[in-house]
């Protein structure tokens, strides 16, 4: 395992999870990896201060203060932005746009289900980077 991943939303149960697998890890006395918080909020949430991770990978340089005074340290902060489905950032047509729109709106067969993440190709990159760098 080269990077435990605490990947956080609002409620922290992912993080919640991740923290359970490192306790894990410990008490079985298996190596723990590197742990990176990846911040998916355009603040520092509420008891990401209780986080003991080793980096935090922020969505905007513009954040690093407001991190740096919820306890983080400078050397643990990385604003690589946040990941997201490269569809996302794909210039399309309005009539496109409005038809991808139709479709999402119909319940999707079994066969199209997925539980891709969603990730850009920009910040997808850095992070798969950073992660190899730190592991």
Do not use: W
Not at 23 to 32: M, N, Q, S, T, Y
Not at 57 to 63: D, G
């Amino acid at each position: 395992m080269d990077a435990l991943i605490l990947s956080c939303g609002t409620g922290g149960g992912h993080n919640s999870a991740a923290l359970a697998v490192k306790e894990a890890l410990e008490r079985r006395g298996v190596p723990v990896p590197p742990l990176i918080l990846i911040a998916t909020d355009y603040t520092c949430i509420p008891f990401f201060e209780e986080v003991d991770c080793d980096y935090c990978v922020i969505p905007s340089s513009k954040l690093t203060r407001e991190y740096l005074r919820c306890g983080f340290r400078p050397q643990q902060l990385y604003p690589l932005g946040i990941p997201v489905r490269e569809s996302f950032s794909a210039a399309e047509s309005k009539r496109k746009a409005r038809r991808a729109a139709c479709r999402r709106r119909r319940p999707p067969s079994r066969a199209r289900r997925s539980s891709t993440s969603r990730r850009s190709p920009a910040a997808n990159r850095k992070i798969t980077a950073f992660s190899q760098r730190t592991g």
